[in-house]
């Protein structure tokens, strides 16, 4: 049995993973360190640090074989540096990895955030032991997605493949993404996208105990689950567009299984109706279309930081 750290970056806190993995795999501990992403860039990695010495004394000291890192953003993994972070302009090219490296005197791996979620799920899942073709989307705020094809983690050139959260789920559509173009799977699952097809069914007249200022993913949820149709189709309905995308990736990847994490993949029974909708009438060829399972992660919460930890086993296989 190995222990490893996990370390997620967000914009508004860092949250942190101490993972035991052998014949087994278990979460020891978790924690959270707030950040500003005001701070310079040296004073972030000496905060990430300091909880990360933190957690390892309040675990009883065990001894770390290494750390991994998930950062949203363009990131440079063979370099270990962070590119551009949307949500943390000042860490431009800022040498990341070797920072905490030598900062918590550790062996450290840095990759995007999507990336490392899909090596969470793929190294540490019970329910995928076995499986070298897989796909992972985590659903929140915004859509991210990773790739296991042939049994190995797709970066392209410059560790920004797989970008699925903009594979397009409409191209005559006005929806807005966070990209800045429109049509996108994200316009449509992510949280704002969610958001907007409520609003737009709400102003149509529906009938449902949805109320307009209350209407995040989870209110619709539950909205669904005592029963309410209109929250029903909304979900259904952005299944569909969900549904589009991974038509396009069965196409592309042919995987053995696609693993929905995130927020709103607790939603997946709502979601399933139109996935499966979109399927039938998107995907062209019934074989890899049928033989590819839909499920939630076995970490959909924690799959952020579960992933960071196995950015490091990834690039430093247990023997
Ligand atoms: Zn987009």
């Not at 978790?30 to 004073?43: A, F, I, R």
């Not at 990430?48 to 953003?73: D, N, Q, R, W, Y």
């Not at 993913?217 to 567009?241: C, F, H, V």
Request: one cysteine or more.
């Amino acid at each position: 049995m190995q222990s490893f750290i996990g370390i997620d970056i967000g914009g508004t806190s860092v949250k942190l993973g101490l993972i035991e993995y052998g014949e087994t795999f278990r979460v020891v501990k978790q924690s959270s360190v707030p950040t500003k992403p005001t701070d310079p860039p040296p004073l972030f990695a000496q905060t990430i640090a300091k909880g990360v010495k933190a957690l390892i004394a309040s675990a009883g000291s065990p001894k770390i074989t290494g750390a991994g890192v998930g950062c949203p953003g363009l990131i440079d993994p063979w370099k270990g540096i962070t590119r551009t972070s949307p949500n943390l302009p000042l860490l431009k090219d800022f040498p990341l990895r070797d920072q905490l490296s030598q900062l918590l005197n550790l062996p450290v791996e840095l990759q995007n955030d999507a990336n490392a979620a899909v090596l969470g799920e793929w190294i540490f899942s019970p329910n995928s032991k076995g499986v070298n073709n897989l796909i992972l989307l985590t659903l929140g705020t915004g859509i991210g997605g990773g790739v296991i094809c042939d049994g190995h983690l797709l970066v392209g050139a410059d560790n920004a493949a797989t970008e699925l959260g903009h594979l397009k789920a409409d191209y005559a559509s006005d929806y807005p993404c966070g990209c800045g173009r429109t049509g996108c799977v994200e316009a449509y699952v992510g949280s704002a996208g969610i958001n907007r097809t409520a609003q737009f069914m709400l102003k149509s007249g529906a009938k449902t105990s949805l109320t307009p200022d209350k209407l995040t993913t989870k209110d619709i949820s539950q909205a669904a689950d005592k029963g309410d149709p209109t929250a029903k189709q909304i979900l259904s309905r952005t299944g569909e567009y969900l549904g589009r995308g991974i038509a396009q990736l069965i196409e592309t990847f042919n995987p053995e299984k696609v693993v929905l994490g995130g927020g709103a993949s607790a939603a997946i029974g709502y979601l399933m109706p139109g996935i499966t909708t979109a399927l039938d009438q998107f995907s062209s060829f019934a074989f890899t279309r049928n033989r590819c399972k839909i499920e939630r992660s076995a970490f959909p919460d924690d799959i952020n930081v579960i992933g960071a930890a196995a950015t490091y086993l990834n690039s430093h296989p247990a023997k």
